[in-house]
């Protein structure tokens, strides 16, 4: 197992079974702001993503632009505003 999977495995572990973590379509949400690090194609991520029992809405920079970020959180919560 990689350090990338090890540290997906106790995000899984640790908050994504909470419940007050946010989800999408049933799904735990996980934001990426990079591409900064080490992993940065598709092909990784999903080797990565595929050791979890339940994979997350999983969500990169590259794929979303902000205004579809608060879309998101105001269908979610009904936020107006986003910082």
Do not use: C, R
């Amino acid at each position: 197992m990689t350090q990338a999977e090890a540290d997906m495995n106790y995000i899984q572990n640790n908050y994504f079974v909470d419940l007050s973590y946010e989800t999408v379509n049933g799904k735990p949400l996980l934001l990426d702001f990079g591409p900064f690090g080490p992993i940065q194609s598709a092909p990784s991520w999903n080797t990565i993503l595929g050791t979890l029992s339940t994979p997350p809405a999983f969500i990169t920079m590259k794929e979303v632009h902000l205004k579809e970020v608060q879309m998101l959180l105001v269908s979610l919560h009904g936020f107006s505003k986003v910082i």
